[in-house]
């Protein structure tokens, strides 16, 4: 769990940064303090240039290799090659990477990674499990790939269309090309939507409520998992120009509200028997006595429960349960230490 947490956090802000935006730093008096200089090498792989400093050697060459295999990886995957060496700028601890000054904008601890998309930089700090950096070099070079793939020698270096795009369409997808389909933080958080009956279409990706980062992984895994990897390349390179409904559509062959619909049913599929399963034993009972707090008892399926028991009465040993939530769904509640909920 705290792995699962540390993880979310660490991507909250891990940002593909447009040219200009971290307004932050232009107001006078905010730019970032740097109290230390760094001496920096350069370290030449087939497509890297790995800049680090002399603290941090046996990690650069780590970190190297890694960034190796998921070129590799990302290159047959999206069927690209990157324009040019790709530098890769290394801090040796969380404190080092935010004084860097290849990004304008403040830098929190929450910050895993970054890539700007003006030259293409990715710059991270090599703190944490290997296990996390090399997800954190995944998820970057994924940008780098983005910012490549949708940006032409014609155009104003950096003017990348995968800027146009939304965060959940960018991030969802260097999520899924960096952990893959199956990820138990995003399954919570489908599993929470399942249960509240909460489920968002396409559309409703853009509002605030559905973090882009896992929302976005379980639409990448979907649609990869449905029409294949090869498809994602294409809808990036085309949604820019026209759009990501169109893209669907031409690119897919099926609407947005369709695949919406389809998509929904999938996550239903998955997540209902693992919510209903505590609900069956209900089945003609008077009372409903909870004594563990197990996660799969927090958030239970209200209406249905309502539904299957005979008199909705709920005593609660383990204090789990809103009133206002009880109420609105008819039952009587009787909790430890709190009022009860008495039928009216
Ligand atoms: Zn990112």
Redesign the pocket.
Known sequence: MGYIQRRAAM?LF???ILPGAPAAAQYFGQNKVQYRSFDFQVLKTEHFDVYFYTREQQGAELAARMAERWYSRLRQLLGHELRGRQPLILYASHVDFEQTNVINGVLSEGTG?V?ESLQRRIVLPLAGPLAESDHVIG??LT?AFQFDMTSFAETQPGVAGANRLPLWF??GM?EYLSIGARDPNTTMWLRDAVAREHLPTIKDLDKPEYFPYRWGQAFWAYVAGRFGDNVIAQLLTIAPAIGIDQAIEQVLGVNTDQLSKDWQAAILAVSAPVLTAVGRELEGTDALLVVTDWNEFRRPDFKRMRELMRTPIIFDGRNLYEHDVLREHGFRYYPIGRAPLEAR
Do not use: R
């Open positions: 991507l891990c940002m593909a990674g890539t998820h970057e940008h960018i991030e260097a």
